[in-house]
């Protein structure tokens, strides 16, 4: 700030400032204000496009979903769908930061335009805040005081901007409004240009330039859910109220075994699906998630404790092929990462081994 308040200094030796410093001291105040301004829009912007044009992201979370179960079949990373499976909330999270830098690195003259025509309307708003303050001073015979306070209130909802800004000038003596608002546009043309200048030499713009980013917009607008995972089997309620009433539910299921799940005593990891398994007459070990000891009939699961009882497990045979499919896909990963086997009672019907990835991916339109 040392040039501005230099001249300022020059200018009250003289006796007054004149309406040229003064506007050029308010410009260079809002300078900032500016950048931070188009940048925010410029993220919310960004956010909407992607919301428009990028299917994962133009539903809600159970949309998203569908798409990240299909990149992740496409990928074929096991620690991706570890993360994905333990630890959803995170896993949907780097998926909407890694599309989002995606997005800046390849659609950059898209972006440099949103950007260019936010500085514009950043540019009309304050000129507009000028003639507004100028037309009510000279109406109302007000003075210097009265236009700074009319313009900042003016730009309320679209930059920081307070009188209180440039506190310590002397410009009591500006009582030609005319002049002051002539000095203003010449002032504002020189600040955008320099906001223009800014943004230009940037051959790409990168999520740390935001306040909030894109990508948080996002998550904020497509994560705010329930994210309660199904106790034996991890699949996440696909309620989109945070904390909701009601029991959580997931229209499709998953074999337990890709939870680690095993028969009681053995190494074998359990193929059976949740929604099987509710409907047979066989019982559970609910140990190892709560401290109740005994078994429990899978028709009576609700009494296992907190982490069942809230459960609404329909008993049917909705079986998705995209999970058989990543048993038999991962098999040798998942038993490393278990330290357990799909063998004895846990052996892979050989009818799951036909399923192709297509027709994985065909059963995720079931969803
Ligand atoms: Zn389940
Ligand atoms: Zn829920």
Known sequence: MKPQYCSIFKSNCQGATSPAVFTEFICTKLKGSICQGVCDKTAIDIAGEM??????????????????????????????????????????????????????????????????????????????????????????????????????RQLTDELRFAENDIKGM????????????????????????????????????????????????LTKQLCECCWVQCPFCKAICTNTMKDHDGDHQVPFHRTNGINGWTHRGTDNLCIGFCTTS?????????????????????????????????????????????WKWFV????????KYYNRKFHGRGEIPQAWRAFTKEQALRSLKLI
């Open 51 to 152: 919301r428009a044009s990028f299917p994962a992201f133009s539903g809600n979370r159970s949309g998203m979903e569908m798409h990240i179960l299909r990149s992740l079949a496409q990928e074929e990373n096991f620690d991706k769908f570890m993360e994905y499976i333990h630890t959803p909330e995170k896993h949907f999270r780097n998926f909407i930061k890694h599309n989002v830098e995606n997005y800046l690195c390849t659609a950059n003259t898209n972006i440099l335009s949103i950007i260019k025509k936010n500085i514009t309307q950043k540019h009309q708003c304050l000129v507009h805040a000028t003639n507004t303050a100028t037309a009510d001073t000279k109406q109302s015979k007000g003075d210097v005081n009265m236009w700074l306070k009319v313009f900042s």
């Open 170 to 217: 002397n410009h009591q003596d500006i009582t030609n409004f005319d002049f002051l608002q002539e000095a203003m546009e010449k002032s504002l043309g020189t600040v955008i240009e320099q906001v223009e200048e800014n943004f230009a030499s940037k051959s790409s713009i990168s999520l740390n330039e935001f306040r909030e980013g894109p990508d948080e917009i």
């Open 278 to 322: 509710v409907a047979s007459d066989k019982e559970f070990y609910p140990s190892h998630t709560c401290s109740k000891k005994d078994s429990c009939p899978y028709k009576r699961y609700r009494e296992a404790g907190p982490s069942y009882e809230c459960w609404s497990i329909t008993p049917d045979n909705s079986q998705l092929p995209y």
């Open 328 to 335: 038999c896909r991962f098999q040798s990963d998942l038993e």
